[in-house]
């Protein structure tokens, strides 16, 4: 018998919206209508309305999907995109306010799961679409001020050509860790998430939320209802997958 070679776990990268937080249904879709209001618009994005657009990643991405399927009659304006940029800044600027607000808060078993990370020496990481405001925002108004500091790479907005379900971020950001993605670990909470991190070869965890309980996670390493009971060695057991070398 040849000995058993293993991978380490050397990084976790987390996703955001709805995977640190349950930012979706209280946060950004609260947001994008008060932007609305600014803009005069008749909008109403509903809680189920807003579920069938997360299928959409991006909120720029969002909002032109929503155009198309909804509102055509917006697609001919001029400058088109500069509006549709213009309309995210301001929703960005309501979300950011709803973060000072405290309103928003972790998920259960993030703080605790964050915590055993940094104390292990295992690296952290955020691969997310959401703007890179809304992570700091996120992050030092639940994690406390200095929290975007311990993270070693936070991959975040339109930093890649691509969003989620392609694997674009989760590449650049091990990249920037300089890992191969055999180490590394995701969390995440949507099948575009998870399409996203299995194809840039990461073995990802699902915690799924309140709007994607019912998606199919197959090709998953674990799926949990919260991080609660997630630990070191079961972290580590996930990632070491090995296999049989040949002995001389």
Not at 41 to 68: M, P
Not at 98 to 120: A, C, D
Request: proline share 4%; hydrophobic share 40%.
């Amino acid at each position: 018998m040849g000995a058993l070679d293993g991978y380490t776990l050397s990084a976790v990268l987390f996703d955001v919206d709805g995977t640190l937080a349950d930012t979706e249904r209280d946060g950004h879709r609260v947001a994008f209508n008060q932007a609305f209001r600014d803009f005069d618009l008749d909008w109403h994005w509903d809680v189920t309305l807003y579920g069938e657009l997360l299928a959409i990643t991006g909120g720029k991405e969002r909002i032109r999907h929503y155009l198309q399927n909804y509102r055509p009659e917006f697609l001919s304006q001029n400058g088109l995109d500069q509006w549709i940029a213009e309309l995210h800044r301001t929703k960005t600027h309501h979300f950011l306010n709803l973060m000072k607000t405290g309103e928003i808060q972790l998920r259960p078993g993030v703080m605790n799961l964050i915590q055993q990370l940094r104390t292990n020496g295992i690296r952290i990481a955020i691969a997310t679409t959401t703007t890179p405001e809304n992570v700091i925002a996120l992050l030092e108004n639940t994690l406390g001020i200095d929290s975007p500091d311990w993270f070693d790479v936070i991959g975040a907005g339109d930093i890649v050509p691509h969003k989620k379900p392609a694997p674009d971020i989760y590449q650049w950001v091990i990249d920037q860790l300089g890992l191969p993605a055999e180490h590394c670990i995701a969390i995440e909470d949507s099948v575009n998430g998870l399409e996203s991190a299995l194809a840039a070869g990461i073995k990802t965890i699902v915690t799924s939320s309140e709007y994607t309980h019912a998606q199919n996670f197959s090709g998953a390493s674990l799926i949990l209802p919260d991080l609660t009971r997630l630990d070191m060695e079961e972290l580590h057991k996930l990632v070491s997958v090995q296999a049989e070398t040949p002995s001389d």
